[in-house]
């Protein structure tokens, strides 16, 4: 699938797709498809979901646009009448029971294995079982851009539904359609910012003997008054002394 045309598609453009896939497989005698006979396929009543009723101008604008982006090519055969051909096959190399399920993807939406196994088998006859539906749509889940997302199962059901992944934006926006799984992408790790160096404020520079006098953190020192110095002297000399009555010692005595 390394060949994908541009996607997405609206409803018109994968009701054309789905259509040309089945004609080719069903009635290989009648395709290429001209422009009558896919209005025609497109508004048929039977194997559709939603049954439509496209204009001309609807199915040729959606031609168009799917002409531009490699989903479909023109084919003259030297008449007068302009026939279409769809790309899928050669374009993502998918071999028939692969684009038989895309196919009723694009024509019914989403389905259950056992329901794609009963309604693509007359595109595919290789699609025997639900098991081999089963094995057709995780082949078509795989990869980088897959083709069919599973949708869960709805209440009371017994299998998963598994549907194409080629709604527009709006549509998946709006609840309709549903997106292709993206891979998941580690988020950069958060940078821390860069702290900020921070610098001491300088000291003040001593300007007179009342600045000279002050503590940076504590204010002004006082000095010790001349009475409390007598006192701790005195206390001290006591300690002194009887630490030599203790010991046994006698220390000259200060001039």
């Given at each position: 699938?390394?060949n994908?045309?541009?996607?997405?598609l609206d409803?018109?453009?994968?009701r054309i797709?789905g259509?040309?896939?089945?004609?080719?497989?069903?009635?290989p005698?009648?395709?290429p498809?001209?422009?009558?006979?896919?209005?025609?396929g497109?508004?048929?009543?039977?194997?559709r979901?939603?049954v439509?009723?496209?204009?001309?101008?609807?199915v040729?604008?959606?031609l168009?646009a799917l002409?531009?982006?490699?989903w479909?090519?023109?084919?003259s055969?030297?008449g007068?009448?302009?026939?279409?051909r769809h790309?899928v096959s050669?374009l993502m190399q998918?071999?028939?029971?692969?684009i038989?399920?895309?196919?009723e993807l694009?024509?019914r939406?989403?389905?259950?294995p056992?329901?794609l196994r009963?309604?693509a088998s007359?595109?595919?006859p290789?699609l025997a079982t639900?098991?081999d539906?089963?094995?057709?749509?995780?082949a078509m889940?795989?990869?980088p851009?897959?083709?069919v997302?599973?949708?869960?199962?709805?209440?009371g059901?017994?299998?998963d539904?598994?549907?194409?992944?080629?709604?527009?934006e709006t549509e998946?926006?709006l609840g309709?359609?549903?997106?292709a799984?993206r891979?998941?992408v580690?988020a950069p790790?958060?940078v821390?910012?860069?702290?900020p160096?921070?610098?001491?404020?300088?000291?003040?520079?001593?300007?007179s003997?009342?600045?000279?006098?002050?503590?940076p953190?504590?204010?002004?020192?006082?000095?010790?008054?001349?009475?409390?110095?007598?006192?701790?002297?005195?206390?001290l000399?006591?300690?002194?002394h009887e630490?030599e009555?203790?010991?046994?010692?006698?220390l000259?005595?200060?001039?």
């Amino acid at each position: 699938m390394t060949n994908l045309p541009e996607r997405p598609l609206d409803r018109t453009e994968r009701r054309i797709v789905g259509v040309l896939i089945e004609k080719e497989l069903t009635t290989p005698n009648q395709y290429p498809l001209s422009l009558n006979g896919l209005i025609t396929g497109c508004n048929q009543k039977n194997n559709r979901d939603p049954v439509v009723s496209f204009e001309q101008f609807e199915v040729e604008g959606a031609l168009r646009a799917l002409f531009v982006r490699k989903w479909v090519a023109s084919v003259s055969d030297g008449g007068r009448v302009t026939k279409w051909r769809h790309r899928v096959s050669e374009l993502m190399q998918l071999d028939r029971p692969t684009i038989a399920v895309l196919a009723e993807l694009l024509l019914r939406g989403a389905q259950q294995p056992g329901e794609l196994r009963t309604r693509a088998s007359r595109m595919a006859p290789a699609l025997a079982t639900a098991d081999d539906a089963k094995q057709v749509l995780d082949a078509m889940m795989s990869g980088p851009e897959p083709l069919v997302v599973c949708r869960g199962r709805d209440k009371g059901a017994r299998a998963d539904r598994y549907d194409h992944t080629l709604w527009t934006e709006t549509e998946i926006a709006l609840g309709d359609g549903v997106a292709a799984p993206r891979m998941a992408v580690a988020a950069p790790e958060p940078v821390a910012a860069p702290t900020p160096s921070v610098s001491a404020p300088p000291a003040p520079t001593p300007t007179s003997p009342k600045l000279a006098s002050q503590h940076p953190s504590h204010g002004p020192v006082r000095p010790a008054a001349s009475g409390d110095l007598a006192q701790q002297v005195q206390r001290l000399e006591h300690r002194v002394h009887e630490l030599e009555r203790r010991l046994g010692m006698h220390l000259p005595e200060s001039d």
